[in-house]
């Protein structure tokens, strides 16, 4: 398995702590109903910042506060779009001189040499997991799993018009940051999907 080499983004929360951001611990409604894409790009910066520790849930709901607005901001009831999230991830690192580079991949070839190679660079992938695109309203849902003891996975729950931020990978699953847990989807549904 290709993993991220520190800790993963956590935030302080009744009974422990997340693994990674969420949109559901929010204070704001519209980023409760369509902040993923926000959750997604706040981690990966705290995380090419070499923030380790957990933050408290002030801490992350202010950093979402700050920059939300100036470089991810949030059209209710649909969030933000890829290129509008690429576009803002490109603002925030010119402006603070990281040497970094949002770029989508479609194919499915790319998308997984890509991910590999960031994740062996130590750099959190944002994936999108689409509306099903052309038949936006249908009711295709990509399902999510959680690991069980030894090699088995069950079936947690299910996303569509989601973004999630991919922090291992191997030949058959990615290891996903969602709402704050931690989960596994399978590379073949995610291609079909």
């Not at 002030?58 to 949030?74: Q, T, V």
């Not at 001189?97 to 660079?121: C, D, F, H, N, T």
């Not at 699953?173 to 931690?182: A, M, P, Q, V």
């Amino acid at each position: 398995m290709i993993s991220l080499q520190k800790p993963y983004i956590s935030v302080a929360r009744d009974g422990g702590a997340s693994y990674g951001g969420s949109q559901l611990l929010s204070d704001s409604a519209c980023v409760k109903k369509c902040g993923c894409g926000l959750i997604a790009a706040a981690d990966l910066i705290l995380y090419l910042g070499g923030r380790g520790e957990a933050l408290t849930l002030r801490e992350y709901n202010g950093f979402l506060a700050r920059i939300s607005p100036r470089h991810f901001p949030l059209v209710y009831p649909f969030g933000i779009n890829g290129l509008m999230l690429a576009a803002g991830l490109d603002r925030f690192f010119l402006r603070n001189g990281l040497p970094y580079r949002a770029v989508w991949a479609i194919s499915g070839s790319k998308l997984w040499e890509r991910a590999e190679e960031m994740l062996r660079q130590d750099i959190p992938v944002i994936l999108s997991v689409g509306p099903n695109f052309p038949a936006v309203w249908g009711k295709n849902r990509l399902p999510f799993y959680r690991k069980l003891p030894g090699e088995s996975y069950a079936k947690a729950c299910s996303a569509k018009a989601h973004y999630v931020t991919a922090t291992a990978i191997d030949e058959k699953r990615l290891r996903i940051s969602s709402w704050g847990n931690e989960y596994y989807i399978d590379r073949a549904e995610y291609s079909a999907y």
